[in-house]
């Protein structure tokens, strides 16, 4: 049984809309101790959940190298932030930008939370009040930004969320790299990979960037077999690697992989074309 169809948190790039697709993949694989999955972009977790939902026995690494197992644990901290903003901005109208006036009584009510919390889920606060896809990392930062009034109206999971959510995953912290010398080449293992896209800041990603090199590094350490690999029709390699292999005569670790597709959509600006890459094959 599927718990979750989508993370308790907001998580940009979080695979909601892929479930009913990889469900069948991941159904097709033998439930049992020896079957280790190893989400090793972890994000928000919605992968790893929904492995150790179908495969109960399996072993789920979740790699959280993004702190999200941190926003959770704050959960209802956060929930009462939101309702102290919609209390606030509730004169508005919704998705209007915030008067100046109003902006410091959201401010004061943030400094105050962090105060007394000594946290601010500022990924998830930054969605209530910046435009999509804009985060702000520090009351100074939102200070200097401008605030538009779209708070969520509908509250978070309540606090035992963290525990629910994360129950059964095997959590670490770790760089992609050390992840993939440990588990390439082993034995019934399935790597899901889900790097952020090209050229994109990546505030989660421990604050850097992901550019062609990291992408490189990725593509030429990955395992041949065994994986899931999510991208981007608008940033991606692999056709590249395709073209190029066949002109230069070096083999790349998608030969032979099935291909998903599907269109997210992405605000105002349009659809998001994502790829899956696969080929899973395990006893």
Not at 91 to 100: G, Q, T, Y
Not at 110 to 121: F, G, I, L, P, T
Request: with cysteine; hydrophobic share 35%.
């Amino acid at each position: 049984m599927i718990q979750y169809t989508t993370a308790p948190l907001p998580f940009a790039g979080q695979k909601r809309r892929w479930l009913k697709q990889l469900e069948p993949i991941i159904r097709s694989l033998p439930s049992n101790t020896n079957t280790t999955f190893v989400d090793v972009f972890g994000g928000s977790g919605l992968v790893s959940r929904l492995c150790k939902d179908i495969h109960p026995t399996a072993r789920v690494i979740y790699n959280d190298y993004d702190n999200y197992s941190e926003r959770l644990r704050h959960i209802a901290e956060t929930e009462q932030l939101r309702q102290e903003i919609v209390s606030i901005l509730a004169p508005l109208k919704h998705n209007s930008r915030v008067p100046e006036e109003y902006k410091a009584l959201v401010l004061r009510a943030v400094q105050a939370h962090e105060k007394r919390c000594q946290y601010v889920d500022w990924v998830t606060l930054s969605g209530w009040l910046l435009f999509t896809n804009n985060f702000a990392y520090s009351l100074k930062d939102l200070a200097s930004r401008g605030l538009y009034a779209h708070p969520s109206r509908t509250a978070l999971s309540d606090a035992g969320a963290s525990e629910r959510y994360l129950c059964g995953l095997d959590i670490v912290s770790v760089d992609y790299r050390e992840l993939l010398s440990v588990y390439k080449d082993a034995s019934n293992t399935i790597l899901i990979l889900d790097p952020p896209y090209l050229s994109t800041e990546c505030g989660g990603y421990r604050g850097g960037s992901w550019s062609c090199d990291d992408y490189l590094d990725l593509l030429t350490s990955m395992p041949t077999i065994n994986y899931l690999y999510f991208s981007s029709t608008k940033f991606d390699f692999v056709p590249f690697l395709r073209r190029t292999s066949a002109a230069w005569g070096y083999q790349h670790p998608f030969v032979g992989a099935q291909v998903l597709y599907r269109s997210n959509p992405f605000g105002s600006g349009g659809a998001n074309p994502e790829v899956l890459y696969y080929k899973v094959s395990i006893d």
